[in-house]
């Protein structure tokens, strides 16, 4: 952020700092020039002034889990849009959805993983194409449901898929059978055309997935009790 060719600082939704400082001598009386980059791009264009700063929150928290205690997924009715499978080793993927699906709920259904025998799994970044073929702005996204989410060690929670670090990412807990499940939900319906994937950026990208299956829908999923 710069006001009037001076740079402020930057900010970040999950830390160190929800407000920067402005030293008064940078202001000038009448207007004053403010320059934010944005690399996800806000919901709506929105500056407050403050006169005291905010130290103790963040301005977007996010559950622990996305996963209520006792629940699990139900596809019984289903039917996947695509079933397809990545190929080996680390890298981009990107998987083209046979024509335009609408939807503002994707379920991403992980069957088996490169190591056969292993249904550890994770996934760096995640984007979606739009119509046009660009990637959706990932700022509305949340975690409607993740099936096991590793908090043993660090936080690697389902939302890890979407935070521009190619070095986070989500992973299951150990011992958590397959298939696994993650649900996105986009924020509002959206067209989509293909989907890129980005597994462990590690030396044989531990967790890659194999076979899988995506499903879209308008309205949540169904979660119900165990």
């Not at 001598?25 to 944005?38: P, Q, R, S």
């Not at 996305?66 to 289903?78: A, I």
């Not at 292993?118 to 990637?135: K, P, V």
């Not at 959706?136 to 060690?153: F, V």
Request: net charge negative.
């Amino acid at each position: 952020m710069y006001v009037n060719g001076h740079c402020l600082g930057r900010f970040w939704e999950i830390g160190p700092q929800q407000t920067l400082y402005v030293p008064g001598c940078w202001l000038k009386k009448g207007e004053n020039e403010i320059l934010i980059l944005d690399i996800k791009g806000p919901r709506e264009n929105k500056l407050v002034g403050l006169d005291k700063p905010i130290l103790d929150g963040l301005s977007n928290p996010v559950p622990a889990t996305h996963r209520e205690p006792g629940t699990v997924l139900s596809l019984k009715g289903e039917k996947p849009v695509l079933t397809a499978r990545f190929r080996p080793g680390n890298g981009w993927q990107e998987q083209k959805f046979n024509g335009t699906l609408e939807g503002q709920y994707v379920c991403i259904e992980v069957i088996s993983n490169q190591k056969s025998r292993d249904a550890y799994t994770a996934i760096a970044e995640w984007y979606l194409l739009d119509a046009e073929g660009n990637r959706l702005s990932r700022e509305p996204w949340t975690i409607q449901y993740a099936d096991s989410e590793d908090k043993s060690r660090s936080n690697r929670t389902g939302d890890r898929i979407y935070d521009l670090q190619e070095s986070t990412y989500w992973a299951t807990a150990q011992g958590a059978e397959l298939p696994h499940h993650l649900i996105i939900n986009l924020g509002s319906k959206q067209q989509l055309t293909a989907l890129q994937y980005l597994p462990r950026m590690e030396e044989g990208a531990p967790g890659a997935i194999k076979e899988y299956r995506i499903y879209v829908k308008d309205e949540p999923f169904t979660i119900v009790k165990e």
